[in-house]
């Protein structure tokens, strides 16, 4: 039976450590408080659960969170203007833009315009560049929440076949390099895939960020395999009166007997991944504030 890679444990000690450190620094060298802005258009109900749960986390650590949210009819040069001021403004240390944004907004032209030293979301192209030359600098939280669930459940992905399922700017293409960046041998795999099954099964660790409920069951894993679900689905309820549940890209049940290690749906890397935006949003405070270079891109803010 595999053993589950706990993210939900695992953040609330990011959460201890970062929430020590934010106190101790503001003691130490008189700073004021980590904020952080979210920058949200319109009214996508997947994205205010986001929201919410990032605004609760930052409150837990110290970290004073606050929303900018436009209607969804907003123009592309409303949401630059506040993209601007909150690059002006000094007691904003990281913005967030959520995304999906609405599709009459150019959602790149809007990353662009974020601060690269504000960019706790690693999408800048400078930040992104940083990334595939392996320099320090503000990294995409859910790969790098991967990576440190990885770490601390005592996963070195050196000289491992890595395969991940999915290529985006978001997820895949980061994940991949830092896989890369940690010595594991990495295939990436997209639609256009040809035999993702025997992919799959060659596959020691696999990292999952697809977007198609079960895409993996039993059949494509290999006996042994660390693997790792990003995807995240609403199930909705079967009668009424159940709640809504989640579930990942891999069939858990099918899928656990096999692995030697597993992450759940919901309580794997989610809550890793806001976890990180905290780390991110501590790390840009402490560079502004005095003190603390940036991480290096294999370690993480834990230590
Ligand atoms: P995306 O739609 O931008 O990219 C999906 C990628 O998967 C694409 O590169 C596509 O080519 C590939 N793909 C799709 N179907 C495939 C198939 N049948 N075989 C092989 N490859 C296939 O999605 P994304 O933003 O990268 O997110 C992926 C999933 O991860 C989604 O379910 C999303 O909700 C989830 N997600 C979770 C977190 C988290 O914190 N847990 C964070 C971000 C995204």
């Known amino acids: 039976m595999a053993k589950h890679l706990n993210g939900r444990l695992l953040a609330a000690r990011y959460e201890a450590s970062l929430r020590a450190s934010i106190a101790q ?3 130490s060298a008189g700073c004021p408080p980590p904020g952080l802005a979210v920058v949200r258009v319109g009214d996508d109900p997947a994205s205010g659960v986001y929201v919410r749960k990032k605004a609760q986390a930052c409150g837990r650590v110290g970290i004073e969170s606050r929303m900018v949210h436009h209607v969804a009819v907003a ?13 002006a403004d000094p007691s904003c240390d990281g913005i967030l833009v959520q995304l999906p944004v609405p599709s009459t907004l150019d959602a790149r032209q809007l990353l662009l315009a974020v601060d690269p030293a504000k960019d706790v979301d690693g999408l800048h192209p400078l930040n992104l560049g940083r990334l595939v030359r392996g320099e320090p600098g503000l990294r995409s939280c859910t790969p790098a929440g991967v990576m440190a669930l990885l770490a601390h459940g005592g996963i070195a992905p050196e000289g491992m076949r890595a395969l991940v399922i999915g290529r985006s ?31 799959c099964r060659q596959a020691e660790l696999l990292v999952v960020a697809a977007g198609q409920p079960g895409l993996v069951g039993a059949d494509r894993v290999r006996p042994g395999a660390v693997v790792v679900d990003v995807g995240i689905h609403r199930v ?10 989640l579930c990942g890209d891999v069939c858990f049940a099918a899928v656990e007997p096999l692995a030697s290690h597993i992450t759940p749906v919901p309580g794997g890397v989610g809550p890793m991944t806001v976890a990180m935006l905290l780390c991110n949003t501590v790390q840009a405070w402490r560079q502004r504030c005095g003190g603390g270079a940036p991480r290096p891109a294999e370690t993480d803010c834990l230590h």
């Not at 700017?169 to 795999?189: H, K, S, Y």
């Not at 909705?236 to 549940?245: F, K, L, M, S, T």
């Open 75 to 87: 123009s592309q040069q409303e949401v630059l203007e506040s993209i601007h001021q909150l690059n």
């Open 169 to 199: 700017v978001l997820v895949g293409q980061p994940m991949g390099i830092l896989l890369q960046q940690a010595n594991a041998t990495v295939t990436v795999a997209h639609s256009r895939t040809r035999d993702l099954s025997d992919h």
């Open 25 to 27: 620094h503001r003691a």
């Open 236 to 245: 909705p309820p079967r009668q009424q009166g159940e709640r809504a549940a």
